[in-house]
């Protein structure tokens, strides 16, 4: 048993070990269908895949495209440059641990070289491609379906990213451009596993940093006192998935929030500040105070001023009374009022103040 990561990424080679031959050199190459299928199954896994390899880009890509398997790759590096500093450039642009990367290679010295410079990084024989599948490192104990489509949503996040860098308006023209729909509906039972990644991976966006297990979460599902809410969103390019969690208990002066989480990814489309709106709003038409629970943490100073810019603060107030007090959670306090939906986004919502699972439009 390993204490090293799940791989998040594999970076292939492409001569003799993505596919057989040499380009530059035979002309033409094959891909065995064995291999085909270990790069559709590692997909199917939300496992990354990348290429490192010592070719002509163009030539390379018409090849990888003509064999109909171009699109399982992200960023790719190839060039006639190291392949260490392929892989270095492919975990920048990924944004991923360099821990979580893997590089398999039919030359000794590429794979030695690679080692030397990236210590981290998992190294595999190209004679080793058909039994990666069957490897602890390549089997994730659980695919959620926003895993399913990771690389996608990794494609759509470089296109997207490609035309805000090119786009003269302002910001706010942008994220109207975006068309993005934001939704925050009561948690399913087959999302209770990415909700609770969520709890565990979010540090930077995480009001509490406490981490809820899935039997938890299962528990206040079946709680009509809770409310377990998952937050997507998707725009023109694509779904960014899952992005946040709300955990909410319902006590009859006061709305609880224990948890707010939402991932970095979204901070620019102002996905926190959207929530903490429509929450305010909620509780406003429900009559209610809201308390949030906060702890301060070395990484979550964006949380606390976005409940801050919302209107949360410190006074006393005797709803609070009713909440059992826990080890280091400072009790923030709202008396809300009502507020307007943004017009850079749509927003579909479960109605707090109902049990329908239908999503309205927030107006």
């Known amino acids: 048993m390993t204490d090293k990561p799940l791989v998040k990424c594999l970076v292939w080679d492409l001569d003799n070990t993505l596919w057989q031959g040499t380009l530059l050199e035979d002309g033409e190459v094959v891909l065995a269908d064995e291999i085909r299928d270990v790069v559709i199954e590692l997909d199917a896994r939300g496992i990354l895949q990348s290429v490192a390899s010592r070719n ?21 590096r190839i060039s006639w440059g190291r392949k260490s ?9 990924l944004n991923i641990g360099v821990n979580t990367i893997a590089f398999i290679d039919d030359m000794p010295v590429e794979r030695a070289e690679v080692a030397h410079h990236l210590p981290e990084v998992r190294v595999y024989e190209a004679s080793q491609a058909l039994a ?49 729909e934001l939704r925050i509906a009561r948690a399913h039972e087959d999302e209770i596993s990415r909700v609770e990644e969520l709890t565990l991976r979010t540090n930077q966006m995480n009001a509490t940093g406490v981490h809820y297990s899935e039997d938890t979460l299962r528990s206040y599902v079946d709680d009509p006192a809770h409310e377990v809410l998952v937050i997507s969103l998707t725009d023109r ?19 609880h929030l224990k948890l707010l989480a939402t991932s970095c990814r979204v901070v620019a489309f102002g996905v926190g500040a959207t929530l903490l709106r429509w929450l305010t709003d909620q509780a406003a038409r429900a009559g209610v105070h809201l308390v949030a629970d906060f702890k301060r943490t070395d990484r979550n100073r964006m949380m606390e001023i976005a409940y801050r810019f919302a209107g949360f603060g410190t006074a006393d ?47």
């Open 237 to 255: 390019f694509g779904p960014h998935g899952a992005v946040g969690v709300m955990l909410l208990e319902k006590l009859p002066a006061a709305w």
């Open 56 to 76: 002509d880009h163009d030539h390379a890509w018409a090849q990888l495209e003509k064999l109909r398997i171009a699109e399982y790759f992200v960023v790719p």
């Open 317 to 363: 107030c005797a709803c609070t009374a009713a909440i059992p007090g826990a080890d280091g959670i400072e009790r923030l306090h709202l008396v809300p009022q009502r507020q307007e939906a943004p017009d850079v986004l749509r927003v579909l919502t479960s109605d707090l103040g109902s049990d329908s699972a239908e999503l309205t439009e927030w107006t």
């Open 85 to 93: 500093e392929a892989v270095k450039q492919i975990v920048a642009d």
């Open 132 to 180: 990666l599948t069957s490897l602890p490192e390549f089997s994730p104990p659980l695919v959620t379906v926003d895993a399913k489509r990771r690389r996608e949503m990794y494609q759509a996040g470089f296109r997207r990213t490609a035309e805000r860098d090119a786009h003269e308006g302002s910001d706010e023209e942008f994220l109207r451009s975006l068309s993005m």
